[in-house]
């Protein structure tokens, strides 16, 4: 009898171990969710900026042409005459 009271009295010494391990390892795992959510808000905000000046890129792209030509064609004009050569 008192081999099965001192087994009881393990598996209860073992029970509480095993709670206040699983209490901790909870405790950690909030920790790291709360640190990767700022990490994957931050990424997606990134990725948001990234595709603004994507576009941002295009806008300027088509402007330079746009310009260049206008350009052009104001040379052009300007120099019609050539003279020499």
């Known amino acids: 009898m008192i081999e099965l ?3 009881v009295a393990k598996l209860e ?3 509480k171990e095993i709670k206040s391990n699983d209490a901790r ?4 795992i909030e920790s790291i969710k709360a ?4 990490l994957v808000e931050m990424f997606r905000a990134g990725a ?3 595709k603004m000046l994507k576009w941002f890129g295009k806008v300027v792209i088509w402007m330079g042409s ?6 052009a064609i ?12």
Do not use: C, M
Not at 66 to 71: D, K, R, T
Not at 74 to 85: D, Q, R, S, V
């Open 13 to 15: 010494a073992d029970i």
């Open 35 to 38: 640190d990767t959510s700022e």
């Open 74 to 85: 104001w040379f052009a004009l300007t120099n019609w005459p050539h003279k020499g050569g």
């Open 25 to 28: 390892q909870s405790e950690q």
């Open 48 to 50: 948001g900026t990234a």
């Open 66 to 71: 746009v310009a260049s030509g206008i350009y």
């Open 5 to 7: 009271s001192e087994r």
